[in-house]
């Protein structure tokens, strides 16, 4: 399904319009469907005859200056269907089986990453001492004696709690010193404030009588003078270039693992692209609602089916308005276009972007300047309104920069329609489209003699007039389904976590959940600020529109229809007189064209 657009400026007397559908003020926006330019149309036809005369309609449409994208599928086809089900269906299902093969790879993968982590950490962590140990000499040499001595001794200590834990311990009983503690109740205190030359039982003696204000026996001044040689012998010689070697060695393993993960999971990307792209009618509650309640006999007879939507436009010239092609795009700052100081800063990451080296990638270091559509603000208060409602549908978070991402689609249209880059006719710079809608529900049978038929139904084939804010709004749709087709691959690959209907960050994710350990996110406070702003100068607008509406109902009410007073935006309010007038019959115009095209390749009686 895709958004549900409100008519305007009113909409036609037999329009099923859904409850909940915003209202729109004259002015604000345009979507006027012609009554003549909406129909049903149903084609029989041999097998393939449609495939062709139905591409022969999506290789002319950009030769009418249209731009064309596909914005809804499905395909069913029925198990008794054998060929056509194994090349669709089946091999859907294989896609699915080598996916779970693979998660399963990436989940092995992590953990032996997260094996070798644990070790890495450790060893870190013992590197971490020796430099804490060399922080503190290198400040002792540059006069900060007893700054330098207290790391120094952190250093130092925590080194010899590894030795007496991991290494004396196992020297034996009555020898180890954890194990002789009960005889010398402070002996590994006393091992503690030793320093590296303190290797003579009769120095250790004295410096303990003189340093510390209490003696130790001469066995116990032994025991802590061979102690504390061994533990400078495997420090300096054993223990620091072995911790050095393993953790360097141990970091390009880990390295090697961690891009391994990413490589499996960039490497299972496509295949979990083309398994969604098998779109199964059976997966979604609509899809299935219409198979099932179709005349299909999927168990019986050889049947598939597979539904497109197209949508194409292109803008107009109407008459007085715009009637010169403009061969170049004004530039405007961001703001003027429509966009919050928010939403800027939001592009700005996106723009500004540096790849692993620390250099902005190609296009970066953003101006904060876009190219002008004939209408701006282009982000407007319909654009924004309608917002909520894309979300909606396509389960997906609208972020700024997919606004920009959306404007950017038409900007690019204008721009290669005017240097002859898009494969389309050029176009005229005006803020008003044709737009056109081509829904196609192809069914195929075959029949117990062999002979194979399709058929075409067109439901709700039609054309509107189409403000350029709505345009953008379909180009939002088109970037919120290929988001939806990411979040979805993102998901499985454990990039991103669903939180209820919102798509988020693993990051994102654990800062909502721990604030006081992760640190709420940049994105979060400035929600919360802008949530907290409120806008002076929109309150008086809003009071000045309100004022304005309220004179036009009552001059409307005295029989003075002055439309002007009653419209609130940049587009064409005068329906009877400028919409109906102008607009329409370019709009029922194209529709006709497109059409009789499809009717003259399927041979309709008088279509020549």
């Not at 309609?57 to 086809?77: A, D, M, S």
């Not at 898009?422 to 056109?436: A, D, K, N, R, T």
């Not at 087709?485 to 991103?496: C, S, V």
Request: glycine fraction near 6%.
């Amino acid at each position: 399904m895709t958004v549900v657009l409100p008519e305007c400026p009113a909409p036609r007397p037999f329009a099923d319009v859904p409850a909940g559908t915003m209202k729109v003020s004259p002015g604000d926006a345009i979507c006027a469907y012609p009554f003549e330019a909406e129909m049903r149309l149903d084609f029989t036809t041999p097998i393939g005859k449609w495939t062709a005369g139905s591409y022969s309609l999506f290789f002319q449409l950009p030769k009418w200056g249209f731009w064309r994208g596909k914005i809804e599928e499905w395909v069913f086809v029925s198990p008794v269907f054998r060929e056509y089900y194994q090349l669709t269906i089946q091999q859907a299902e294989q896609l699915e089986a080598s996916i779970k093969g693979g998660l399963a790879s990436i989940a092995q993968s992590i953990s032996d990453m997260e094996l070798v982590w644990h070790d890495l950490r450790r060893y870190k962590e013992f590197l971490d001492y020796f430099t804490q140990i060399e922080k503190g000499k290198k400040k002792i040499k540059e006069g900060k004696k007893e700054e330098g001595e207290e790391e120094l001794k952190k250093g130092e200590q925590s080194l010899k709690s590894v030795f007496i834990d991991q290494v004396d311990v196992h020297t034996g009983e009555g020898i180890a010193l954890k194990l002789i503690a009960p005889r010398w109740p402070t002996i590994i205190a006393d091992f503690m404030k030793l320093a590296d030359e303190d290797t003579d039982p009769r120095k250790i003696i004295g410096a303990f009588d003189k340093k510390f204000g209490y003696k130790i026996s001469e066995p116990q001044a032994v025991v802590l003078a061979t102690k504390n040689k061994l533990y400078v012998e495997w420090r300096d010689r054993l223990f620091r270039p072995t911790v050095q070697e393993r953790y360097q060695s141990m970091m390009g393993l880990y390295e090697s693992r961690k891009k391994s993960v990413k490589e499996y999971k960039e490497m299972l990307k496509p295949t979990i692209a083309r398994a969604v792209m098998i779109r199964d009618a059976l997966r979604t509650p609509e899809t299935r609602a219409t198979i099932l309640k179709s005349w299909y006999r999927p168990d019986a007879q050889a049947i598939s089916a597979d539904f497109m939507k197209l949508w194409a436009w292109k803008p107009f010239a109407p008459s007085e308005k715009y009637k010169i092609t403009r061969m170049n795009i004004d530039k405007i700052h961001a703001s003027k276009a429509g966009f919050t100081s928010e939403q800027i800063a939001e592009i700005h990451k996106e723009l500004d972007k540096k790849d692993e080296l620390g250099r902005v990638k190609p296009g970066g270091g953003w101006d904060e300047i876009v190219n002008a559509l004939p209408q701006e603000p282009s982000i407007d208060k319909i654009v924004k309104a309608l917002i909520p409602d894309v979300e909606r549908e396509y389960q997906v978070r609208i972020t700024a920069w997919d606004i920009y991402n959306a404007r950017q689609m038409l900007i690019k249209q204008f721009k290669e329609s005017m240097i002859g880059m898009g494969g389309i006719e050029p176009w005229v710079f005006s803020p008003y489209f044709i737009f056109v809608s081509i829904p196609m529900l192809r069914t195929v049978l075959r029949l117990p003699n062999g002979e194979e038929i399709e058929d075409v139904q067109m439901e709700d084939f039609f054309a509107a007039n189409q403000s350029q804010n709505f345009i953008i709004i379909h180009c939002l749709e088109l970037v919120a389904r290929d988001k939806q087709l990411d979040n979805h691959i993102n998901q499985l690959l454990g990039n991103i976590g669903a939180n209820g209907k919102d798509i988020e960050t693993i990051e994102e994710m654990v800062k909502k959940e721990f604030p006081e350990v992760y640190g709420e996110s940049e994105e979060q406070k400035k929600m919360q600020k802008f949530q907290k702003m409120k806008s002076t100068s929109g309150d008086i607008k809003k009071a000045f529109s309100s004022v304005k509406e309220g004179l036009g109902k009552v001059l409307d009410a005295l029989g003075l229809d002055l439309m002007f007073l009653k419209a609130h935006g940049p587009y064409e309010f005068q329906f009877y007189h400028r919409v109906a007038k102008y607009h329409q019959p370019e709009v029922g115009h194209n529709f006709n064209v497109i059409r009789d095209f499809l009717k003259g390749k399927f041979e309709v009686p008088g279509m020549g």
